[in-house]
């Protein structure tokens, strides 16, 4: 088990859980999101990564208004 920290808050996840298999959880993959990982934005063609213990994550949810 992994044990994360996502947007400010310490979560556990399953092994081998992938960022795009954490939005998917979430029901954010096909919102127009960024994601920090570490200090470094991800593209979406790097979703596939894998995340690993103490990994620090930011989810920045784009919502639209006026």
């Known amino acids: 088990m992994a ?3 996502l947007n400010g808050k310490k979560v556990s996840l399953k ?3 992938s960022i ?3 939005l998917l959880n979430y029901k954010l993959l096909n919102k127009r999101v960024a994601i920090e990982l ?3 934005i991800i593209p979406s063609t790097k979703y596939n ?3 690993k213990d103490k990994d620090i ?3 920045v949810h784009f919502i639209g208004g006026g």
């Open 3 to 5: 044990k994360i920290q």
């Open 15 to 17: 092994n081998r859980t």
């Open 20 to 22: 795009k298999q954490l």
């Open 38 to 40: 570490n200090g470094k």
């Open 49 to 51: 990564i894998y995340l």
């Open 57 to 59: 994550m930011e989810i």
